[in-house]
């Protein structure tokens, strides 16, 4: 039988569109495979204070359809905390419990299976998906597996238990006591890790932290009223009608809206600074490394060294015995998709996407491979977050469906602009990603 849609993936990205499915009961036969038996999400960054950056409202459902069962509020209300979280007063909602959130839609719907790997997509007049159990046909596929971590090319050839990205940091548990760590990377991902380092018990915390950036300070989230118009929807539709060179700049210079740090991190990790340096000297010393980057690495014994370079200029070393990268993510091209990769057409390392999320190809058109969270140079800043993900998933529901958009549309944005190379004002250097 051939399904109307397989997704691949069943995190967020896939998960809110298969909630949206069940919600509407709209006689799709779907389905959504995922390798994963309970929905883990960065459980290896997923520090016991780690926040999200965006409101608990921007959740798998709720901006296109808050009756649904699929809710935060619902989950809350489901497990008999909604009185206590509105008490706890929390910033923003804590990730473990967003994670446990996922877990229990993962798990609530039927359309999701776990503990299935895709392995190949074929297209044979129908998409072919091969698991390790099966052979499934589809009209459409939508894929939606998120990033790769990012190795810098310096590190490549390094990677191993004592130099490793972040992603991977609470999964290898490297034995840091009395031992120099060097963090490189100056966004949320390397404020939590510092914190997560300081935050040891004392018996087990390191000798030595150097945090290296790539900033010249360690600078907030833009999070204000005004900035938070670039992740709504009417703004990523604009951004894609942009020239690529428009869009480009609008990237940079607006880096900070989504891959600042957040000010309760700073404010955390400040005070740690404040500890370590006045209440508790001699525990672990911290040095700050801002406006540097990491030029080259070589092995060094048990460690690694590491060139530090501000401008053109080399100006240190560091030796370290373990190097953590706190260096953000970067699309690239699932091995299941590489049977049909040269039909597929790329923009900068992105593929090519049409306004519903289907990737350009020189197949059938009324056949389609739709991708998500792979699209920032495209559709802006909003791709990685969790800010537009309802949104994204309606919009592609659509389009399966062949009806045009249906999700109730929002005001206009306050903010008008016309010509984005005009726009004045400071490039913002590039760095992590909001969650």
Not at 49 to 60: C, K, N, P, R, Y
Not at 98 to 107: G, P, T, V
Not at 119 to 145: H, S, W, Y
Not at 424 to 430: I, N, Q, S
């Amino acid at each position: 039988m051939e399904l109307s849609c397989i997704g691949v993936g069943a995190g967020p990205l896939n998960l809110s569109l298969a909630c949206q499915i069940h919600d509407e009961q709209t006689g799709l036969e779907a389905l959504f495979l995922d390798r994963q038996v309970d929905l883990r999400w960065h459980p290896a960054i997923t520090f016991e204070s780690s926040q999200l950056q965006v409101s608990h409202f921007e959740d798998l459902v709720t901006l296109v359809n808050p009756r649904s069962a699929y809710t935060f509020v619902n989950y809350l209300h489901e497990h008999g905390r909604l009185y206590h979280f509105l008490n706890a007063q929390f910033e923003a909602v804590l990730r473990s419990e967003f994670e446990q959130y996922l877990n229990w839609a993962f798990h609530r719907n039927p359309l999701v299976h776990g503990g299935e790997t895709a392995r190949e997509i074929c297209f044979e007049g129908e998409f072919r998906v091969r698991t390790d159990n099966a052979v499934l046909g589809a009209r459409d596929v939508v894929v939606g597996i998120g990033k790769q971590a990012q190795i810098p090319p310096q590190f490549q050839g390094w990677t191993g238990r004592n130099l490793f990205h972040s992603s991977a940091l609470l999964d290898i548990h490297p034995e840091v006591r009395k031992k120099h760590v060097c963090v490189v990377g100056g966004g949320q991902s390397g404020a939590e890790v510092l914190l997560h380092l300081v935050g040891l018990p004392k018996e087990r915390r390191p000798r030595l932290i150097t945090w290296v950036s790539q900033c010249q300070i360690y600078v907030p989230l833009d999070n204000s009223p005004f900035t938070n118009e670039l992740f709504m929807p009417c703004f990523s539709d604009r951004l894609a009608g942009m020239s690529e060179s428009q869009r480009k700049l609008f990237l940079r210079r607006f880096v900070l809206a989504s891959d600042g740090i957040s000010e309760s991190t700073l404010r955390a990790t400040y005070q740690a600074l404040y500890r370590h340096t006045f209440l508790e000297p001699n525990e672990c010393d911290i040095t700050l490394q801002p406006g540097c980057k990491v030029s080259r690495c070589i092995n060094a014994g048990a460690g690694h060294r590491l060139t530090l370079q501000r401008g053109m200029e080399d100006v240190g070393e560091v030796t370290a015995d373990i190097v953590i990268l706190a260096t953000g993510y970067q699309n690239a091209l699932p091995d299941f998709l590489e049977p049909i990769a040269d039909r597929l057409e790329q923009i900068d390392n992105e593929l090519a996407i049409c306004e519903d999320f289907s990737v350009r190809w020189d197949g059938p058109r009324d056949r389609r491979i739709f991708v998500q969270n792979a699209s920032l140079g495209q559709r802006g800043l909003a791709d990685p977050s969790l800010s537009l993900l309802a949104w994204r998933a309606r919009r592609i529901l659509d389009s399966l469906l062949g009806r045009a958009p249906c999700a109730k549309p929002e005001p206009p944005d306050f903010i008008s602009c016309t010509s984005i190379e005009r726009w004045p004002g400071p490039l913002a250097p590039e760095r992590g990603q909001k969650i």
